[in-house]
């Protein structure tokens, strides 16, 4: 009796400890990076900066015209030498591509943004990238240091230094200009809700469109 409940204990002693690693912000990694230790959310004002950028297979695109537009988009921002806190969001990111399915790629569009250019090239990008994408409709994208620091600052994610940048999620739609920001580790339903609810305003506005159209 007495060893299965010492197991117990230390299971769930090893399970606390997992979680708060998880959280942790190693001194290397994220010098002076502190996260909310829930999330929050916040309505967000959004401008694409209009720079070529480079997605995980050397493809020359443009935020807002290649992936943005006609799409209802979840975006993160990560660096791949990132231990702690960038394989957190990027895991949150798998779970909202699982949970959407077949709508990635089509109605949805995930983004992945760099914020160590210099090191994360497409390559080093397309070899992250496997570890968490499952399916087409997520780019992950990098660039020139310039172009991405453009980017960020027009997304509101700018921080002068990447390793002390916050966990931050923007979800929105690309062409009613609805955006919110999401700040420490998000649960991915939150995510998903938050998708649907902008898919479901999008139906709303093309029948009251076409109600309109058909009035006499």
Not at 88 to 117: N, T, Y
Not at 125 to 130: D, G, K, M, N, S
Not at 186 to 210: M, N
């Amino acid at each position: 009796m007495n060893r299965f409940v010492s197991s117990g204990v230390l299971t769930l002693c090893l399970l606390s400890f997992g979680i708060q690693q998880a959280q942790a912000h190693s001194a290397d990694e994220h010098a002076g990076h502190t996260a909310p230790p829930r999330s929050s959310q916040e309505h967000a004002q959004v401008k694409f900066a209009n720079v070529p950028l480079f997605d995980q297979d050397g493809k020359s695109v443009r935020l807002e015209p290649d992936l943005v537009q006609g799409k209802i988009v979840v975006m993160s921002f990560i660096y791949t030498s990132c231990t702690t806190v960038c394989p957190v969001v990027s895991s949150i990111m798998g779970k909202v591509q699982k949970q959407l399915g077949a709508r990635v790629g089509d109605e949805v569009q995930l983004v992945s943004i760099s914020i160590d250019p210099q090191r994360d090239d497409p390559k080093r990008l397309q070899e992250y990238a496997r570890s968490f994408q499952q399916g087409p409709g997520w780019s992950w994208l990098t660039g020139s240091p310039q172009s991405i620091n453009e980017t960020l600052k027009g997304l509101g994610s700018f921080s002068g230094d990447f390793k002390s940048h916050q966990p931050l999620i923007l979800v929105g739609d690309g062409d009613s200009r609805h955006w919110a920001r999401y700040y420490g580790f998000t649960d991915p339903a939150l995510l998903s809700k938050e998708v649907e609810k902008l898919s479901g305003l999008r139906t709303h506005a093309r029948h009251t469109a076409i109600a309109m159209e058909h009035q006499p």
